[in-house]
């Protein structure tokens, strides 16, 4: 169904960008208002999560090669189970998308431009994602691999620049909390990084599916690492607790660069470069709802149904939250059950062993 | 019918070999009479009303001849010899002793010392050449003609290239004889590997286009795709090779030119080297070479002639200028009306005094501004020279001037123009880049103007979106930047030394690939360093 081909690079490095961009901007204050001083640690330990989902994915994509969960899941289910779940893991990529927009649109909104109305950021952002999935797959991925380097040399630069406000006494005492707290506490950040589950749709993209499954887990590490040295920065540049009461750490943070005194306020332009990223996270959810939709009725092209869904991700951005609070609670408290411990983990999981049992029935017949 | 007319002579017609050799008869094969009045009357029919056509009969011998070119389009001197080699130096009888048939072959082989010639027997193809400038003989008694090609076009000699003037390097450039550019070509690239086809494009023009790659690097692949293409062309008239560009080239809504056009035979020589093709269009001193990549028209033909590591600052400095170019003015005005605070604070007072007394916002003095600008751009081309030095003094001294005294456009923003018309022309090698960097900064002009960085950034995504979706011949235009060649990117943003270019760029080359196996330089041997002092030198002989 998807005309063009990615190579393995560059669906690590889609994945890259749909597991760094956005979370830095909420991740920072619910790792701190849970665990203070110790996020970084959950930053780390959500790695293992998403790990483990990494495998589960690629496992059940091994059983079925080239084929979508989309289409796999009539496969495994039967088909109406099958379908309907499917239709449920497609709305579930549009919402989350819708999310993922607001999310992203209200700190445009919150911290550069606080007089223009979210709709025009919304329809204007929508429609260049329109555009690039018209264009295809392969030119958006294209894209990605060459802007996804200025996307984190500026996330980098704002862990690192503001060195001289880091009090890095601030990280103490170590590991203080609970194991099972810690733990409980990392699945906000897994079901983040559980993102990565969405490489299942890309995976019959791919040219050459070779090290799809190493690629993927370096990815998760490295995103990790990374976002623990976000978090490790934040703590130290603000504290525990005052770094889990502010709305975006990562703004805060990137405001308290100054380059030889002349150029401060240099906020503006990390915040550009994350719409270089973002923008790429949009595109990756609004495909895979619509590959999903065309192929949960057996469409043979999907393009038609692209404006159709670019409208109603709009309209569901527009209508799902009433704000930011509302959203930053959503994301602590109702997220990992709706991604982690669903669609993301436990479904797959319980696919997967269905296939294995009954593999395993048939070898025995 | 119209099908049927297309079907006889207008799709482009490939030669089989090159040069004004065998032609496959066409459909409508008319073979000429033997009868000589016969001939004269049916060409004569043929070319009704045309009063440049020169019918000339003289007798060799007792034998009656026709000879039929257009004046002008003939060498004076060879037509000459012809003549006088069949009028006064052939004795009497001897076109008469051999049999009626064998009179051409006779004249052809023994008489006239001429190499380019050819027996035609077909009345079509007859006309075809007398109208692509070429002389034909009609031989009395005789069913077949004798092509000459004694042409001589009127043609300028070969000059400094216009467009692509450089310091280093060969001097010379195309011109619009296709015969001498392919000969500049062939001259530089003494390979028998440079293979040639001929192509009559133009169902009235009948222009030759010449497509040239060398067999055993080119992908036979990309190849049969021009040959596709080139094939499929139907039109009434080439007049340049734009022509042929905009007819052939992936995509034509698009303002990222997809085919380099040179008129450098340097460059050429250079991209068939890569793998690419050339096509050489008559009447046209623009060369086109494809598959071409984005980092291509980044790269100038001095790049190769200077120090590996002078280039990566001039390379730098290129890929700022393209940057400043699209960007600055956008970025200007996105500053002023949107991100104030980013401004350091000094030179905010700065600005901020020169634009007190301008009336307007700062968009709308950044596009009357860039659209003067690009007003007097457009005139200085179309105006002849003498009065282009007017327009320069109108435009930069007076507009400027007076624009900024009396307060309409801040001086600040002058000079932001004024720095991004500039660079502008640092890609002036490459002018159809230029020409898309002209719209990239008029749409990123607005975009600041109205959203601030938010909209540069997305109207930066749309073009890079679009240029990812771009392929020349099937070679992604991001290439070897997206998909990511990591071995390639040694000739995009700077330039490695000419030894470390092992390998011909991958998705371009076809079998060949391996371009310089020359080790990288070493230590020079003992005896001729600096240290070979005249002792040891007179030791091994005075040497």
């Known amino acids: 169904m998807e005309p063009g081909k990615i190579s393995e690079r560059q669906l690590a490095f889609l994945i890259t960008a749909m597991l760094v961009n956005t979370v830095i901007l909420l991740m920072p204050q619910l790792g701190a208002r849970a665990v203070e001083q110790d996020a970084w640690l959950t930053a780390l330990l959500g790695s293992v999560w998403g790990i483990f989902m990494v495998l589960v994915i690629i496992a059940l994509a091994r059983r079925y090669p080239g084929r979508t969960p989309i289409e796999y899941l009539p496969l495994i289910l039967g088909k109406p189970l099958g379908k309907i779940l499917g239709a449920i893991y497609v709305f579930w990529f549009l919402s989350v998308g819708a999310v993922i927009v607001f999310e992203f649109i209200s700190f445009l909104k919150i911290t550069i431009m606080p007089k223009t109305p979210l709709a025009v950021f919304m329809v204007t952002i929508m429609v260049l994602a329109y555009y690039a999935l018209r264009s295809g797959l392969e030119s958006w991925a294209r894209v990605n691999e060459i802007l996804l380097f200025v996307v984190l040399v500026a996330i980098a630069a704002v862990i690192i620049l503001p060195y001289h406000n880091l009090d890095f006494s601030r990280l103490l005492p170590l590991a203080e909390h609970p194991p099972g707290l810690l733990i409980a506490s990392s699945m906000v950040s897994g079901s983040w990084r559980g993102e990565v589950i969405l490489a299942g749709m890309l995976i019959p993209a791919l040219a050459r599916n070779k090290h799809t499954s190493r690629n993927l887990i370096i990815v998760v590490v490295l995103v990790g690492l990374f976002l623990a040295a976000m978090e490790i920065s934040t703590v130290a540049a603000f504290g525990g607790v005052p770094a889990g009461q502010k709305e975006f750490p990562f703004f805060s943070l990137a405001r308290m660069i100054s380059i030889a005194k002349i150029f401060d306020r240099l906020e503006v332009l990390i915040v550009i470069a994350l719409v270089l990223g973002t923008f790429f996270k949009i595109c990756a959810f609004l495909y895979c709802s619509t590959l999903g939709t065309a192929q949960i009725f057996g469409f043979k092209r999907f393009q038609f149904l692209l404006l159709p869904l670019t409208v109603l991700m709009i309209g569901l951005a527009l209508n799902s939250f009433k704000g930011m609070p509302e959203l930053t609670d959503f994301a602590a408290n109702v997220w990992p059950g709706y991604a982690l411990l669903s669609f993301e983990l436990v479904i797959p999981l319980l696919l997967y062993l269905i296939v294995l049992f009954r593999s395993r029935q048939v070898r025995k017949s | 019918m119209l099908h049927f007319l297309r079907s006889i002579n207008s799709k482009a017609k490939k030669i089989e070999s090159s040069g004004p050799k065998e032609v496959p008869p066409p459909h409508d094969f008319k073979g000429i009479s033997s009868n000589l009045a016969d001939n004269e009357a049916d060409l004569r029919q043929e070319f009704a009303n045309i009063s440049d056509i020169v019918f000339k009969q003289f007798y060799a011998g007792e034998v009656k001849i026709l000879a039929v070119w257009f004046d002008g389009l003939i060498n004076n001197r060879v037509s000459q010899d012809v003549f006088r080699a069949l009028m006064l130096d052939i004795p009497e009888k001897q076109l008469l002793e051999v049999p009626k048939e064998e009179r051409t072959d006779l004249i052809n082989q023994h008489i006239l010392p001429f190499y380019e010639t050819q027996q035609v027997k077909d009345l079509a193809e007859i006309k075809r050449w007398i109208l692509r400038s070429k ?42 004889n296709i015969g001498v550019n392919t000969a500049l070509i062939r001259s530089r690239l003494g390979d028998a590997m440079l293979q040639s086809e001929d192509y009559i494009i133009g169902r009235r023009t009948n222009t030759q286009v010449t497509l040239m790659y060398v067999a055993d690097i080119a992908n036979p692949k ?27 080239q992936d995509r034509t809504l698009t303002i990222f030119p997809l085919m380099k056009s040179t008129e450098r035979p340097d460059a050429a020589v250079a991209d068939l080297l890569e793998g690419r093709f050339a096509l050489v269009v008559d009447g046209s001193p623009q060369v086109l070479t494809a598959p071409s990549v984005f980092i291509e028209f980044m790269q100038a033909t001095d790049d190769y002639y200077m120090s590996p590591t002078v280039v990566w600052f001039i390379r730098a400095l290129r890929y700022l200028s393209i940057f400043v170019a699209t960007n600055l003015p956008g970025i200007y005005v996105g500053l002023i009306t949107f991100h104030q605070e980013m401004i350091p604070i000094p030179l905010v007072f700065t600005i901020a005094g020169t634009r007190e007394v301008v009336p307007f916002p700062a968009i709308v003095d950044a596009l009357f501004l860039l659209i003067v600008f690009e007003i007097l751009w457009e005139s200085s081309i179309r105006l002849p020279r003498v009065v282009g030095a007017a327009i320069n003094i109108v435009g930069a001294l007076i507009l400027g001037e007076a624009a900024v005294q009396s307060s309409l456009v801040s001086p600040t923003l002058v000079i932001v123009i004024a720095v991004s018309a500039v660079a502008n022309f640092a890609l002036g090698s490459r002018y159809d880049l230029a ?7 008029l749409a990123i002009l607005v975009a600041g103007g109205m959203m601030g960085f938010y909209g540069i950034a997305l109207v930066s995504l749309f073009f890079l979106l679009h240029m990812a979706s771009l392929r020349s011949f099937g070679v992604p235009y991001f290439e070897p930047l997206a998909p990511l060649i990591t071995r390639e990117l040694k000739d995009s943003f700077y330039r490695a030394p000419l030894w470390s270019f092992k390998k011909r760029p991958v998705l371009i080359a076809g079998r060949d690939t391996t371009r310089i196996d020359t080790p990288p330089p070493s230590p020079p041997d003992e005896h001729c360093t600096a240290g070979a002092d005249s002792k040891k030198r007179r030791q091994k002989g005075g040497k």
């Open chain 2, 135 to 176: 002389m034909i003989l009609l031989v009395d008694g005789c069913s077949s003609s004798l092509m000459i090609d004694a042409e001589s076009r009127p043609q300028r000699s070969i000059s400094e290239p216009v467009v692509e003037p450089t310091v280093l390097g060969p001097h010379d450039g195309f011109i619009e």
């Open chain 2, 222 to 248: 990309i190849i049969e795709e021009v040959r596709k293409r080139l094939t499929r062309i139907d039109i009434d008239g080439i007049l340049d090779s734009s022509y042929i560009k905009e007819l052939i």
């Open chain 2, 435 to 441: 020409q898309a960097v002209r719209v990239i900064r």
